[in-house]
C-alpha cells in the first residue's frame, strides 16, 4: 500500500508548542507515525514529547519489525528515555508526554497509545475505530456517569490516568490484531487541542469532500480556527490517506 500524509503543528495561542510529531518509512517499506503532546504544567514537556518521538523512531530504525510486541517496544523504550532525561536537570524532572503509533506494513496496521492523544480508523468514509484517552472523562464515560459526548468540555478533560514519563510501567494501550487496510481507508491522528474542536462528524464530512490528506487536515484546521478561544492550546495533527 501506498500512503499520503499532511501534518499541522502550531502552538495556538500558547507561548509554545509542546507537542511533536515524526514518520519513518523504511526501506521494506515498514511505515511508523507518532504524534505525542507534552504535558503542561509539569515542566519539560516540549522536550518529552520530542524525546519520545524521536526515541520511537530510533528505535523503529534501528530494531525494524511489524508485529504487536514492536509497539509496546517503541513505548517502553520512550519510557526509560524520559525517565532516565528527567535526572539530568531539575526542570524535567517531572517531564511527561502522551503518545499515539500507527505502524504500518503492506496492507496491515497496528497501533497504540498513553493518554489522551488519540487516533480515529476510517473505512469507507467513516470512523471504524478510535482510541479510548486514558483521562478521567473518559473513564466517567465507560462508567455511564457522562455522556461520550461530554468529555470535551469536562471539567476534569486534563486529568490523565497514564502517561509516558510518569512512575511504573508506562502501560499503553496496544491494539491486540492487525487491521487490514484498503484503498481510500484513512487515519486521523491528533493531540487533544485539535480533537477538542473539531468534532467526529465533522472529520467524515471533510473527508468526503476532498481528495487529499492536506485538503482534508485544511478543511478540519479551519474548523478548528473558527471555534478555539484566543488562549487556545498547542495542536498537531497527522492526516493519513491510504491509496492503491
Not at 504544567?41 to 524525546?51: F, M, N, P, R, T
Amino acid at each position: 500500500m501506498n500512503y499520503q500524509t499532511a501534518t499541522i503543528s502550531q502552538q495556538g495561542g500558547r507561548n509554545y508548542n509542546e507537542d511533536y510529531c515524526g514518520t519513518i518509512v523504511l526501506d521494506n517499506q515498514l511505515t511508523c507515525w507518532v504524534v505525542a503532546d507534552g504535558l503542561g504544567g509539569h515542566g519539560g514537556g516540549d522536550v518529552a514529547s520530542k524525546l519520545a518521538v524521536e526515541t520511537m523512531l530510533n528505535t523503529l530504525n534501528e530494531q525494524p519489525s511489524f508485529a504487536i510486541d514492536t509497539v509496546t517496544l517503541l513505548f517502553n523504550e520512550a519510557q526509560a528515555a524520559l525517565i532516565e532525561a528527567q535526572k539530568t536537570a531539575l526542570r524535567l524532572e517531572n517531564m511527561q508526554t502522551t503518545a499515539v503509533v500507527l505502524l504500518t506494513y503492506d496492507n496491515q496496521a497496528l497501533w497504540g497509545h498513553v493518554g489522551d492523544t488519540r487516533l480515529y480508523y476510517f473505512h469507507k468514509g467513516c470512523i471504524q475505530r478510535q482510541t479510548s484517552d486514558h483521562s478521567v472523562p473518559q473513564l466517567l464515560a465507560k462508567a455511564g456517569e457522562i455522556k461520550i459526548t461530554d468529555i470535551r468540555f469536562h471539567e476534569d478533560r486534563n486529568r490523565l490516568l497514564r502517561s509516558i514519563g510518569s512512575e511504573g510501567l508506562v502501560r499503553p494501550y496496544i491494539e491486540k490484531t492487525t487491521t487490514p487496510l484498503y484503498s481510500g481507508d484513512a487515519f486521523l491522528l491528533c493531540t487533544d487541542g485539535f480533537w477538542e474542536y473539531v468534532f467526529e462528524n465533522e472529520m467524515e464530512d471533510d473527508l468526503a469532500k476532498v481528495t487529499t490528506a492536506e485538503e482534508w487536515l485544511f478543511a478540519m484546521e479551519q474548523r478548528l480556527l473558527a471555534r478555539a478561544p484566543e488562549r487556545n492550546d498547542n495542536y498537531t495533527a497527522t492526516a493519513i490517506k491510504v491509496l492503491s
